[in-house]
């Protein structure tokens, strides 16, 4: 199975995506294998767009989530309230949110436990900078993001964990690393996950590659078996351009069955 997730940012109001869910969904009518496929769509729009993906098998995904239950913090959304409105899956960790909002490990780690107790299923977001990367730390600030994100994630929870490894100099730049450095980066995270959690089988984790998504490279990236699906962010926006990557997926499924 191939994984498509649509971020959608801070760029739809409730009207705009309604209409492209709709059209996202149209998508994957009448195919003999498709993606399965997320949406994330801002929060006010989550129940509207709820309507819209109901009994369609796509997964709906907020953007982010509180690490608090409930009390005096103005502006946040907890868990509780977004499993309320639908929410299937949630983002947590987005390059934009370290980068933007100072979001640290411990507290990713925080929001990824509070969204497990409401039955959301997290989609980790974990990458380097480029100064990182060219310090060659690659590996060793993947260690650490994991690591921390995953602490006291109790080991029946594993199966349905999610990891979108997305390097920080590629979003919204148009680079990319080379599709053999996705995979070794790949390889390198489904290593620590086995040993985060031993007793989940390999197969247990999703990883997807994110950052400057597009139709001109999802085809080499999804036809890695190593690379799980894509976390799309403005090219899911554009139909002809999500309908392409949904092509490409459906195209490597086809021959990978």
């Given at each position: 199975?191939?994984?498509?997730?649509?971020?959608?940012?801070?760029?739809?109001?409730?009207?705009?995506?309604?209409?492209?869910?709709?059209?996202?969904?149209?998508?994957?009518?009448?195919?003999?294998?498709?993606?399965?496929?997320?949406?994330?769509?801002?929060?006010?729009?989550?129940?509207?767009?709820?309507?819209?993906?109901?009994?369609?098998?796509?997964?709906?995904?907020?953007?982010?989530?509180?690490?608090?239950?409930?009390?005096?913090?103005?502006?946040?959304?907890?868990?509780?309230?977004?499993?309320?409105?639908?929410?299937?899956?949630?983002?947590?960790?987005?390059?934009?949110?370290?980068?933007?909002?100072?979001?640290?490990?411990?507290?990713?780690?925080?929001?990824?436990?509070?969204?497990?107790?409401?039955?959301?299923?997290?989609?980790?977001?974990?990458?380097?900078?480029?100064?990182?990367?060219?310090?060659?730390?690659?590996?060793?600030?993947?260690?650490?993001?994991?690591?921390?994100?995953?602490?006291?994630?109790?080991?029946?929870?594993?199966?349905?964990?999610?990891?979108?490894?997305?390097?920080?100099?590629?979003?919204?730049?148009?680079?990319?690393?080379?599709?053999?450095?996705?995979?070794?980066?790949?390889?390198?995270?489904?290593?620590?996950?086995?040993?985060?959690?031993?007793?989940?089988?390999?197969?247990a984790f999703a990883i997807l590659y994110g950052g400057s998504v597009n139709k001109e490279n999802a085809y080499g990236f999804?036809?890695?078996?190593?690379?799980?699906?894509?976390?799309?962010?403005?090219?899911?926006?554009?139909?002809?351009?999500?309908?392409?990557?949904?092509?490409?997926?459906?195209?490597?499924?086809?021959?990978?069955?």
């Amino acid at each position: 199975m191939k994984t498509i997730i649509g971020n959608w940012k801070m760029n739809l109001g409730v009207r705009e995506s309604v209409a492209l869910a709709r059209a996202s969904l149209l998508l994957l009518r009448g195919r003999k294998v498709a993606p399965h496929m997320i949406i994330c769509p801002s929060t006010i729009a989550l129940s509207e767009v709820r309507k819209v993906v109901a009994r369609s098998g796509c997964g709906l995904g907020a953007q982010n989530v509180s690490e608090e239950e409930q009390g005096a913090f103005t502006g946040e959304t907890s868990a509780r309230m977004l499993s309320e409105v639908g929410a299937t899956h949630v983002l947590i960790g987005h390059s934009e949110r370290r980068q933007l909002f100072g979001e640290t490990n411990e507290l990713i780690n925080a929001k990824l436990l509070k969204a497990i107790e409401h039955g959301l299923t997290p989609i980790v977001c974990i990458g380097e900078t480029k100064e990182e990367r060219d310090a060659g730390q690659v590996k060793k600030v993947i260690l650490h993001q994991l690591g921390t994100a995953f602490k006291n994630v109790r080991p029946k929870f594993s199966e349905t964990l999610c990891v979108a490894y997305e390097p920080v100099w590629a979003i919204g730049t148009g680079e990319t690393p080379s599709t053999q450095e996705i995979v070794e980066v790949h390889a390198h995270i489904r290593e620590i996950l086995g040993e985060l959690f031993p007793t989940a089988p390999e197969t247990a984790f999703a990883i997807l590659y994110g950052g400057s998504v597009n139709k001109e490279n999802a085809y080499g990236f999804l036809r890695e078996k190593e690379i799980d699906g894509l976390l799309v962010g403005g090219a899911s926006i554009k139909i002809h351009q999500l309908k392409e990557i949904v092509d490409a997926a459906c195209e490597v499924l086809i021959a990978q069955s």
